[in-house]
């Protein structure tokens, strides 16, 4: 996607949000490079202004950093007694320091944009929302339905859509986020993590 350079400027971060990012890592997997959450989260003071320069640049050029588009895949079932490859949900586990970054530019730069796209029926993948509310929603809906003078039943259907994700065409996800009021660089930066990087290694 191409950038006006000189009207829209990258998003960047200072110091003192990365250090509180740092500070806010929980206990989680530890990703291919070896390093656990906590060498981040008790050395915050002394990584944030590396990580600042190193997260700032990221965000400016568009561009991931190699090592931390590298992740273990824990392979976990989808049915009870799994038998083919199919039946298995492979969890891309990256670098700490990788799935902190994604989660401070979303909370900081991205958030407003992805959430003015969503309906406001949708309770997934939404800050604050639960299946509990959904619930709650989904049965106001139908007992309102039902006081109804001409009303005598409420059909629902549900649908599951726990596949989906398997099947995201990186194309269609690309128009989507360019037709968005997400900053370019932002635009690009998430493209960019999906770009297979390839090494010659002898």
Same mark, same amino acid.
């Given at each position: 996607?191409?950038?006006?350079?000189?009207?829209?400027?990258?998003?960047?971060?200072?110091?003192?949000?990365v250090?509180?990012a740092?500070l806010?890592?929980?206990?989680?997997?530890?990703?291919p490079?070896?390093?656990?959450?906590?060498?981040?989260?008790?050395?915050?003071?002394?990584f944030?202004?590396?990580?600042?320069?190193i997260?700032?640049?990221?965000?400016?050029t568009?561009?991931?950093?190699?090592?931390w588009?590298?992740?273990?895949?824990?392979?976990?079932?989808?049915?009870?007694?799994?038998k083919?490859?199919c039946?298995?949900?492979g969890?891309?586990?990256?670098p700490?320091?990788?799935r /902190?970054?994604?989660r401070?530019?979303?909370?900081?730069?991205?958030?407003?944009?992805?959430?003015a796209?969503l309906s406001?029926?949708?309770?997934?993948?939404?800050?604050?929302?639960?299946?509990t509310?959904?619930?709650?929603k989904?049965?106001?809906?139908?007992?309102?339905?039902?006081?109804e003078?001409? /009303?005598?039943?409420?059909?629902?259907i549900?649908?599951?859509?726990?596949?989906?994700?398997?099947?995201?065409?990186?194309?269609?996800?690309s128009?989507?986020?360019?037709?968005?009021?997400m900053?370019?660089?932002l635009v690009?930066?998430?493209?960019?993590?999906?770009?297979i990087?390839?090494?010659?290694?002898e």
């Amino acid at each position: 996607m191409e950038i006006d350079s000189i009207t829209i400027k990258a998003p960047q971060f200072s110091i003192t949000q990365v250090k509180n990012a740092l500070l806010k890592i929980r206990k989680t997997a530890t990703g291919p490079d070896e390093i656990p959450f906590w060498v981040w989260k008790e050395n915050a003071d002394v990584f944030a202004p590396v990580m600042t320069k190193i997260w700032n640049e990221s965000l400016s050029t568009s561009t991931w950093p190699i090592s931390w588009k590298i992740a273990h895949i824990d392979p976990l079932p989808k049915v009870e007694n799994p038998k083919e490859y199919c039946e298995f949900r492979g969890i891309n586990v990256t670098p700490v320091i990788g799935r /902190c970054f994604e989660r401070t530019v979303y909370h900081y730069h991205s958030k407003r944009s992805f959430e003015a796209e969503l309906s406001s029926s949708q309770f997934a993948y939404r800050i604050g929302g639960c299946s509990t509310d959904a619930l709650i929603k989904l049965q106001y809906m139908y007992l309102k339905a039902l006081e109804e003078p001409n /009303c005598d039943a409420v059909r629902l259907i549900a649908m599951d859509f726990s596949k989906a994700f398997d099947n995201v065409k990186h194309a269609k996800l690309s128009e989507k986020l360019k037709s968005s009021s997400m900053n370019p660089y932002l635009v690009n930066w998430y493209l960019n993590f999906l770009k297979i990087e390839f090494e010659d290694r002898e």
